[in-house]
C-alpha cells in the first residue's frame, strides 16, 4: 500500500525533522504550515532533490474549512493520507493564572486541541476499514508538561497537551478495530524555534538543562526518531500509549530554589 504522510507544523522543528526522515522511509510527505511558506518549500525542495515526493500545504488547523482543504489537496497529489503526525502547536507564551487572556487562551486551545481533533477527523474519514479505506496511523505530538502542570507561567499550555493526551487514548480506543492506531508522543524540552529562549541564551539553557534528567534539552531528530518508530510496522501492536521522549524526566533545579 502507498504510504503517504501529513505532517502538521511540518516546515520546521521536530516536524522537519520528522519529514526528512519519513521520506528516507519511502512515505510521500505533505508538509503543512500557517506563516513560513520559506521554510516548508525549502524543506520539499530538499526532499524532491533526493528522490523522493513531497508538497506544502498551506493551512491554520485550527480553521475547519482550513483542514479540510488540506486533506483534499493531499488526496488530490497522492491519495488518502495512512499516516497523519499532529505536530503543529502553539507555546501560548508565559502567564501566571491572574494574568490569562481569553484571546491568548483561545487561540492556545484552537490550535493546540481543536486542531489536533479536527486533523484526527478528517484522518479517521480517510483510513478505517469501516469505511471502506485500509488503516493508518496517527501520531499526536505532546508534551511532558502536560503531566507535570507545566514550568512556572505555562499552565495553559499544559493543560492543552494534556487535552491531546487524553483524547488521543479515547480516540485509540473508538477506532482500533478500524485498522488505525493512534499514539502520543511527549517530548522533554526539545531545542527548535518554539524554545528559542532556551536554545539561544547560554544561561536559560543551563538552568532548563539541570532540570532533565540527562542535563540536556532534545535535539528534534531525537523526538522524530520515536515518531517514525510509532508510525512503523515494528509499533504495530502499540495503540493508545503516550511515549515520553524526556530524557529521563523532570528533576528539581537546587540552583533557583526548587523553582
Known sequence: ?????????????????????????????AINYRDRADAADALAHEIETGGHRAITVRADVGDDAAVAGMFAAVDDAFGPVTALV??????????????????????????NVVGTMLCCREAVRRMS?????GGGVIVNVSSMAGTIGGRPGKSHY?????AVDAFTVGLAREVAR??????????????????????????????VSATIA?????????IAGPILYLLSDAASFVSGACLDASGGGFVIDRGRNGQ
Not at 502547536?89 to 492556545?108: C, E, N, T
Not at 492506531?181 to 539553557?205: F, K, S
Open 86 to 111: 499532529n505536530s503543529a502547536g502553539v507555546d501560548g507564551g508565559a502567564f501566571r493564572v491572574s494574568d490569562f487572556r481569553p484571546d491568548v487562551l483561545d487561540r492556545l486551545f484552537r490550535t
Open 129 to 133: 476499514t469501516r469505511l471502506g479505506f
Open 158 to 162: 499544559a493543560a492543552s497537551k494534556a
Open 214 to 222: 540527562m542535563g540536556r534539552p532534545a535535539e528534534a531528530r531525537e
Open 1 to 29: 500500500m502507498k504510504r503517504v504522510l501529513l505532517m502538521t507544523g511540518g516546515g520546521r522543528g521536530i516536524g522537519a525533522a520528522t519529514v526528512r526522515l519519513a521520506a528516507a522511509a519511502d512515505f510521500a510527505v
Open 178 to 207: 478500524e485498522g488505525i492506531r493512534a499514539n502520543a508522543i511527549r517530548p522533554g524540552v526539545t531545542l527548535t524555534d518554539m524554545t528559542a529562549q532556551v536554545r539561544d541564551n547560554p544561561a536559560e539553557h543551563d538552568h
